[in-house]
Structure formats: C-alpha cells, structure tokens
C-alpha cells in the first residue's frame, strides 16, 4: 500500500455492524436526495417495541412497496420499488446470517463481471467530499487487481464486489483488450425486463436442483428463506422482483450463475473457440466462428426460456474488431471538445498553484482531458462558445447515431471535475481572472442545462444538481459583480428547466423533486418559486386542484416550503391528502403510509396538532379505535424522537453530502 495521503483516510468497517444494510442494500438508486435510510440506521433497534410503532417495524407479514416511476428514456418509464421499513429491517438479519453462504453462491460463473465478493471492510472517507473527482457511474465496492487504486468511499455497498463495480471499467480493462486479440467479433444481448419476470420460484432450483426444491419446498434454508423474503416485501407475489435494492441483483446474480453454469458445460468441446462475459443482465459474447456464434447464442436462448427468461430481440447487437460503439466514439468526440474548450486555461503561470485545501485529491488517472487549470484567458462573447458547443454536442449524437442518454453521464462527469478544479483556483485569482472565470462559467452552465433538457432522468438530474451547488460554491468565492451573476444564471436556468419539464402523469416526479431540493439548497432561505408553480412544476396542477400526491412529492416540498406562510394553501392541501392515505392504508402493510407517518412525525415544519392526528387517523385505520391519550402522548414521543428516512435539521441537510453518497450506488439502467 502506498504511504499518501488518501490513506489516511481509509476507515475499517465493522463487519459485526449489519445494520449497515439499511444503508447499502435496500433503497433503491433513484429516491429523492433527501431520502437516506440515515435516521433509520441510527436508531436502536428494539423487538420489543410495543404499540402503534411496533405493529409497523415488527410486522412480520407481507408488505405492499411504494411504487414509483422514473423516466427511463425519452420515450420509457421504468418501475421501482421502496420497501416497507419492516422488510428492510427482516433483511438485516438474513444478511447477518447468510452473508459468507451469499458470496459462495455468487462465485460459481466464470462469466460474471460483478458479483458480491467477501464483506466489505474499508471504505474511504475524504475530509471535503467536494474533492472527490472521478470520472464514473455509480457503482459498489470493487475487488479488482491493483485494488487500492479503488478509492473506498462511506459504506457505499455491504459487500466487497468483483470483478468491476461499473461496466465502463470492462471496455477499458485489459481483460476486455486480450479478448479482443483472441476473438474478431463480439454478439451483445440482453435479457427482457429480467428482474419483472424473474420468478421466486427458481432460486432453489439454481441452488441445488429442481427435484431438491420440489422435495424441501418450505423447509428453513437459504434458498426458502430469501424468496420468502422477497415475496414478502413484494405484497406476496412470486412473479418478479421488487426493483432498485441491491439484494434484487444479488437474487438475480445466483439464477444467472446457474444459467452461465450450464451453457459452459453442455459446451465443454468447444472451449476455447467462443467466451462470454456478463455484467447483471447484459451479456458479451466473443467469438470467431459464426456458427459457434449463433449457436452459443441460441444455448442462452433455451436455458433461460426454461426459466421464463426471454431475450430483448431489439437489443441484440453485432460487432467485428476493433469493437468500438458509437458510444465510444461519441466520448472521444466529446473528449476532443472539451480540450478545444479548456485551451482557454492559460498555462504560462505554473508557478502559481492552486488552494491545496480546496483542490488537492484530484485523481489523474481519470478519462478525461489531461489540461490542469491554472488561470482563464479572456475569451470574447460566452454566448457564442456555448451555442458553437451546442451545435458540436448535436452533431455528435446524430453522427455517431446514438441518444443523448447515452452520453450524458460522461459528459456531465467531466465537466464537474474540470469545475472542481476551478474551484480550487478561485480563491486566489484577480479581477481579471474573476471576470474570465465568470465567462467560463456562464459557458458551461448555457452547455450544460442544454444537454441535461436533453436527458431529464434521475441520473443526470444529480450530477446536474453537483454542478449548480459547485458554481454557486465557486460564486462565494468571488466578488458580487461576479459571484452574483453565476448564481443568478444557475437559479434561472434551474427554474427554467421545471417550467418546461413539469411532471407528468405517469413518473413519480423524482427528476423535477430533486431540482427543487438543489434549488432551495442554492437560494438558502429566499424563495424564488412561488406556491402556484410549485404545484404546476410538481404536481402539473393548480393547488386547488390537487387531488393526489406521493411520498416523495410531500416530503420534499415539505422541504422546500419550510414554515414559509405564503406557502400556506399547498401545505393545507398535502395535509388533508397525507390524512386520506392514512385513513386508507395500513402503515403496517403500505410502505408508503409507513414512510409518511414516521417522516412527518418528525418533520419540523408540521404543528403538533397535525402529526398528533396523524397518529391517531394510522391508529384508527390500524386498530378500528382511537388511540387513548397516554398510548398517544407515548407513540407521539417515540416516533418524533429521532429522524427516520429524512433528515430534516437545518445543520444536518447537507444537499452536497447527500449527491455525493449518491455517486456510490448502482442505478438500474
């Protein structure tokens, strides 16, 4: 292990710690930024829980998830789910229990790129999260050859993963470059809406056998346990996963070992002259022959029709070597634009360094352009850079025949990198240098804001969020003339952007919710969006006229309202629907009238009035009777003690942390 200075920053985990699920395994990717699980945690857990509280975390029965939508591509939606808080809890013990049986069971594939490992036990921890810049999607603990070139960071996964944490990291592995050598051409397919049609029923026969499970069907194992649990937290069903906790791939991953299993032995004799690689669901079969191609092809084809696994016909894909996708070549484009744009950085005073208290940890290994920026040149008229930008971003999405959804991840990467860099310059510059940076700013937010109305998703959505609350950080720095402009500009494009991105009928809204969160994290206490667009942007209605409105909206327009009573109207009315879910679903059953009675309770910005009738209407649906005013004071008391999912304290809402954290777990692309 080399002696710097990241290892300082290397904490051990205690792996008797399990709670540390709740965390790592069980809320999906794509939540709101304020939803964490970090309260949840934190609080003691007692079986013994008694009363209204102890009927919703001790269930013990099977529990409805929240359901929710987010946009998947301009044209698609896809379907995730957030788990009772009782599920969750179940599946901490189950880990605690099965977790060395998991990563046997995870290691049987010669195939797989990502699989659970061991426990994890380090992680990493930067002083100032705002200098972590590496170029990546989101991803686990990876357990790779120079492994301490893995920045361990928080307790992003339970689990130590090999071989890659993201896919990106196999095109560009030596391993996908020997088997480019060996075999000239490669077959990509992948399976159709895998984990909804994944049924509980096959993890035991990818266990140990069909006869096995048929003969100990119920019995207490492993293989019984975990689909109970899954059924369990999915309102009973067998058909289908629940989608977005990091045990569903864990599921999927022992099935689709089996599956690898097969194909290679009933194809021992042709060893050698075929391979195949498979990261989740998406599979990479090289080979030379097209008959061994095809046949090999038609081999995954049978076996995962016997498990009711079908392959995405449209999605099957051919390739010849060198095996570079229009992906791939649209990033080099992108590469080579961003070093036209960054030779505005004038390198002739190197003897000047940057704040090392603001810029040091900067990773070099990372794909991206190689220029270190000291100090801006002029350069005339932003505008004009930021529409040539545009222009050359367009043309290289039509050229290279790809969607902007595509790219976006990369592109929005490099630019917060080549920003964090800036910012660590920015304490120190003149007014000149200030004015440029300026310039340079208004450039990137014109570029960036066109590109992410390109792609409004959850993914980009976030680091779109990193890059506003970077500039506005950048804009403090600076004198008002200056500083006031960039945050001026960040404001109105973010406004501008949930003006003409509203939600729709059919997503939960995460993508519009989670501007909002960075804008208030932006605006501190002033309020830039009035109630009446607050419920156009959110709820595509006028206040009087909501009818309906979810977990996710409630908490964070919550959030962003505060105690502000111009925003009287719409707080009434999320009251009166947040009373009608409680009178309607049980919170020991219904995820999301759990989330909403544990969150509230302890909201700061609800009466006590309103949460203690909160307590008493989940009573009421929960008991058929109202709660005596000893069982209401005592259940007001220890629900409101502590937070839950939501950290709703003033010092404690870190927006920047909570994006950060975000960068460390695995969207369901």
């Known amino acids: 292990m080399k002696n710097n200075n990241k290892d300082t920053n290397l904490k051990r985990v205690y792996k008797s710690n399990y709670r540390r699920v709740l965390l790592t395994e069980v809320l999906p990717y794509e939540v709101p930024i304020l939803l964490t699980n970090e309260g949840f945690y934190l609080r003691p857990h007692n079986p013994n829980e008694a009363g209204l509280l102890g009927t919703i975390l001790h269930s013990h029965k099977e529990t409805q998830p929240f359901t929710f939508k987010i946009v998947k591509t301009a044209s698609s939606y896809r379907t995730l789910h957030l788990i009772h808080p009782s599920s969750q809890q179940d599946f901490v013990d189950f880990y605690k229990t099965y977790n060395s049986l998991i990563c046997g069971l995870t290691a049987r594939s010669e195939y797989t790129l990502r699989a659970p490992a061991e426990v994890a036990a380090w992680y990493y921890e930067p002083d100032n999260l705002l200098r972590d810049n590496v170029v990546k999607d989101e991803g686990a603990e990876a357990n790779v050859d120079e492994s301490m070139s893995v920045q361990f960071k928080y307790a992003s996964s339970f689990f130590l993963y090999k071989k890659y944490s993201f896919l990106y990291k196999f095109y560009d592995s030596y391993e996908f470059h020997r088997l480019e050598k060996k075999f000239k051409k490669l077959l990509k397919f992948d399976i159709s809406k895998c984990f909804d049609n994944i049924s509980t029923k096959r993890l035991g026969e990818a266990v140990k056998s069909e006869k096995y499970q048929k003969e100990h069907f119920g019995k207490h194992n492993f293989e019984n346990k975990f689909s109970k649990l899954m059924e369990s937290a999915n309102f009973g069903r067998n058909d289908g996963l629940v989608i977005g906790p990091e045990f569903s791939r864990i599921y999927a991953e022992i099935i689709l070992q089996d599956i690898d299993k097969k194909v290679l032995q009933a194809n021992l004799h042709l060893q050698g002259e075929y391979d195949v690689r498979r990261y989740v669901d998406d599979y990479f079969l090289f080979y030379n022959d097209e008959k061994v191609g095809e046949h090999i092809l038609t081999e995954f084809e049978n076996s995962l029709e016997k498990i009711k696994l079908y392959l995405n016909e449209s999605k099957v894909s051919r390739h010849r070597a060198p095996f570079l996708t229009g992906i791939t070549m649209a990033k080099k484009d992108i590469q080579d634009i961003f070093s036209a744009l960054f030779d505005t950085f004038d390198e002739s005073k190197k003897g000047v360094r940057p704040d090392i208290a603001l810029a040091e940890n900067v990773d070099s290994q990372t794909d991206q352009p190689e220029e270190k920026i000291t100090f801006i040149k002029y350069f005339k008229g932003p505008g004009v850079v930021a529409n040539r930008l545009i222009r050359d971003i367009k043309a290289i999405v039509r050229s290279n025949e790809i969607e902007f959804e595509t790219i976006t991840g990369y592109f929005f990467t490099v630019i917060k990198n080549k920003i964090h860099e800036v910012y660590g310059y920015s304490a120190t510059l003149d007014d000149n240098q200030q004015e440029n940076v300026l310039k340079f700013l208004l450039v990137i937010m014109d570029v960036t804001f066109f590109v992410y109305s390109m792609d409004v998703r959850v993914r980009s959505t976030f680091l779109v969020s990193q890059i506003s609350i970077l500039c506005c950080r950048i804009a403090?720095?600076?004198?008002?003339?200056?500083?006031?402009?960039?945050?001026?500009?960040?404001?109105?494009?973010?406004?501008?952007?949930?003006?003409?991105?509203?939600?729709?009928?059919?997503?939960?809204?995460?993508?519009?919710?989670?501007?909002?969160?960075?804008?208030?994290?932006?605006?501190?206490?002033?309020?830039?969006?009035?109630?009446?667009?607050?419920?156009?942007?959110?709820?595509?209605?006028?206040?009087?006229?909501?009818?309906?409105?979810?977990?996710?909206?409630?908490?964070?327009?919550?959030?962003?309202?505060?105690?502000?009573?111009?925003?009287?109207?719409?707080?009434?009315?999320?009251?009166?629907?947040?009373?009608?879910?409680?009178?309607?679903?049980?919170?020991?059953?219904?995820?999301?009238?759990?989330?909403?009675?544990?969150?509230?309770?302890?909201?700061?910005?609800?009466?006590?009035?309103?949460?203690?009738?909160?307590?008493?209407?989940?009573?009421?649906?929960?008991?058929?009777?109202?709660?005596?005013?000893?069982?209401?004071?005592?259940?007001?008391?220890?629900?409101?003690?502590?937070?839950?999912?939501?950290?709703?304290?003033?010092?404690?809402?870190?927006?920047?942390?909570?994006?950060?954290k975000k960068e460390l777990k695995t969207a369901y692309e």
């Open 476 to 660: 403090k720095l600076m004198k008002p003339v200056y500083g006031d402009e960039i945050v001026k500009k960040v404001q109105d494009e973010i406004i501008f952007t949930m003006k003409n991105k509203r939600a729709d009928k059919v997503s939960s809204g995460v993508e519009v919710i989670n501007l909002l969160i960075a804008l208030r994290e932006i605006s501190g206490d002033v309020d830039l969006v009035s109630e009446s667009n607050i419920s156009n942007f959110i709820f595509n209605e006028e206040t009087k006229n909501i009818q309906s409105a979810n977990y996710f909206q409630i908490i964070s327009v919550l959030f962003y309202m505060k105690n502000n009573t111009h925003y009287h109207n719409l707080k009434r009315k999320l009251k009166s629907i947040v009373l009608e879910i409680l009178a309607t679903r049980r919170a020991s059953v219904y995820s999301e009238a759990a989330h909403l009675l544990l969150d509230l309770v302890r909201c700061p910005y609800l009466d006590r009035a309103f949460k203690s009738r909160m307590i008493v209407r989940s009573f009421e649906t929960e008991f058929g009777r109202k709660p005596s005013s000893t069982e209401l004071r005592l259940q007001y008391k220890r629900i409101s003690l502590h937070d839950w999912f939501v950290d709703w304290s003033e010092m404690g809402i870190k927006i920047e942390r909570l994006l950060q």
